[in-house]
Nanobody, 123 residues
Framework: QAQLLESGGGLVQAGGSLTLSCAVSGLQGYAMRWFRQAPGKEREGISCISSGSGSTYYVDSVKGRFTISKDNAKNTVYLQMNSLKPEDTAVYYC??????????????????WGQGTQATVSS
């Protein structure tokens, strides 16, 4: 049974940092992604990392501020978020995509999802 469990959210002031973690079990060889959903907005993909080479992708709004990484030994994916802005306030979701090469931030029918973790950035 696949399971993704996010942690690390919280309240931080603008300019601060948070590190989100996603512990993965029951899955091997999946590309990993981070999505977020701000109040009143649709869920958006923000970053992904491939299963093999570890190649990464970021949307422009987080590029240069967020870093996605993974620890294969711990089966954990991270999202280091620096220089946080109030507009980064959202529920952040970890997602697994069955993709042997590369990664995308497109939602698919067979994706696996965590329950989400709230990150709130105060001004």
């Amino acid at each position: 049974q696949a399971q993704l469990l996010e942690s690390g959210g919280g309240l931080v002031q603008a300019g601060g940092s948070l590190t989100l973690s996603c512990a993965v079990s029951g899955l091997q060889g999946y590309a990993m992604r981070w999505f977020r959903q701000a109040p009143g907005k649709e869920r958006e993909g923000i970053s992904c990392i491939s299963s093999g080479s570890g190649s990464t992708y970021y949307v422009d709004s987080v590029k240069g501020r967020f870093t996605i990484s993974k620890d294969n030994a711990k089966n954990t994916v991270y999202l280091q978020m620096n220089s946080l802005k109030p507009e980064d306030t959202a529920v952040y979701y970890c997602s697994a995509e069955s993709r042997p090469i590369g990664c995308t931030i497109v939602e698919g029918r067979d994706d696996h999802w965590g329950q989400g973790t709230q990150a709130t950035v105060s001004s």
